[in-house]
């Protein structure tokens, strides 16, 4: 990786407490006309830099382009890393102080450079795959705690493997879009049958998910030393779960309804270049993982701050509920990738994969209702006096996340969902 | 449904025990050329009927075409039930002995007619999402016999729901490919650390699955009594699993490693169409289901035979070791699909939805190695006296399925896969 210059300064003005630093410049897609035509752009303090335009004009082009005039960055991301980084080091050359190209065009800028406040995110990666792991240690912990056995918290093959499962692709849905409380079968009372009903125990998980920049053949597993080379970029993820439902449904073949209905995800794809500065080793891992998980790499995990508001239809000011790090997480995402295609499992350029749930070690930095409120028993208080044990109608659920480091600040922006009443259902034949 | 004319017949020899009678007319993709361009196909006795060449021709004209000319189903099926029906019609009466336009166009049938032997079949449909259920009694009676209790064999959700869990899209593969033996953490003693290995107990299961014809919106549930309507056809499915990856990772998130390296599919989506003459009762469900999954229909099953044969590598005839019906299946597709998406989950044009392994009430119509062998304490005899607990290098797995009625016979062809040895690691750095 390179290293940083932090000297370096753009034209354009940026706030210092700005996600989105000459530093960062992920990737999102966006439109800003009637018609709704989805193209690439980067975001720039408040600002997004339309990549379509800039490319039309000639000032940022990649072997095998054009890229940047599509509904997604998949072309792109496939491109390959020669690629990435000539974008990167391009589009940071054209945004910097001491560069006319932009600079001194006003023409340009007036075409190419919106406020994201008039623009629409959409999902940046056309995804082909969903996968969820469960590798924080915290995490599995507090609801192996709470479900199963105190004394024995951690399942046997949890300090082993990453442990994780398939997800549902088709509702990976970008931030903004409103979630419909989700309706299933409940099991209230052991003797009882189940009921049909809303869901009574909505929950967020606050998560990261990376996404794969290069895939792999069936049958060719991805050795770990190589697997971060295989990722492009990383996103928030609020991982919304239906409690209730996953408890009653999820033995012995795992989540399925609990998960299927919604998978948020910000828009903003921050890239691994932009996320180099702070990277930072994971936790101790003991036993030491058998030699296929075994990595080289010591500075395999980043320190990156993450939070969750709540925010209810009825009150102005939201309320943080949880505050985290990435970097509490047992696993690496490279040892993440080389599990989920050791069976020769095929992985593809825009696949999605969380991180799971990011605990902390504190009761303030646990990443779900469920851990925070301990399933129901210790409410939280918000501004304003109301209490919540899970998410209600009307809520907002706010993550947002950012790494900070000698003056160099690069972060997510947010992944943001309210929760809209459940649909009436009607079954009268 | 129309009704069928068991009198139709065609101008093209087709045996009478063929899959591919005038009634079935399966879609498929295909190439025969050095460029292995992919088109559109309909099966016709031993033959292929080139559709992309026929709707060139004119004579397969359909609202919003052309269909055909492009490397997979889904365009063709996203287009609707009366494109379906439309198509259906046509290319009956194509073939049908009262009609010239193709039977006495030599030139045409040069052009549009090949044998089947002579092409190469691909994946019918582009799959976004790809979700296995788990819907024969009989099968997860003997796997909950097996490892859990047998007093006590089947989950309390199982009775009322169709348990299912998302599946690996990227790894759905067509008949012929073969399947490297995975590897990965197997934990052959209770009191040891897991070892890194290659699969020693790799399976197969017996299953179909459904093509969705028609998605949803996210958020909107799909009713059981209009679920039907959304579905397409079916295909073979040989759902590969390595059992004992399965039993160390499975608790508490489901089947990950030990199934998503391949899911294998018979080449030819057999149409709902075709198979409406065979439909039948699902057995008596004990309970009546909750009423977002109470269908009115009754005949909401199908009698599909279905059967499993091992042809070892060195032997020249392979060995039937499981006969079996899909009109065990408990649970419908229609209740399938509509508990898939009661949460607003999003289902999409080309998904495959797994039936779960098809076991009948004998052992010799089990649907898996694992059930046939009673986890290996009943090794099977082959044909030449070779034995079988698993599924051995070398080791081809045929699965075959066809409806039979009124001298009517719709079939699906096979899903055929041959097991290679396993990669060999090096882990040395």
Known sequence: MSTVDSTLTSFIDIASDSDFSIHNLPYGIFSNTADGKRRAGVAIGEQVLDLAVIEAAGLLS?????????PTLNAFIDSGRDNWTQARKTIQMLLSSDNDALRDNQDLQKKALFQQADVTMHLPVQVPGFTDFYSSKEHATNVGTMFRDPSN??????TEMPVGYNGRASTVVVSGTDIVRPSGQLKPNADDRPIFSACKRLDFELETAFVVGKGNDIGQPIAVDEAFDHIFGMVLLNDWSARD???WEYVPLGPFNAKTFAS?????IV???ALAPFKTACPTQEPKPLAYLDEKATDNSFDINLSVELLPEDNDSATVVCETNFKYMYWSMAQQLTHHTITGCKVEV???MGSGTISGPTPDSYGSMLEITWNATKPVTLTGGATRSFIEDGDTVIMKGYSEKDGIRVGFGEVRGKVLPAIQFNFDK
């Open 153 to 158: 918290a951690l399942l046997p093959n949890w």
């Open 350 to 352: 825009g696949d999605m």
């Open 264 to 268: 948020e995800v910000s828009p903003w």
């Open 271 to 273: 890239t691994m270049d």
């Open 245 to 247: 439902i996953q408890k």
């Open 62 to 70: 990649l072997d095998g382009g054009p890229y940047f005039d599509k």
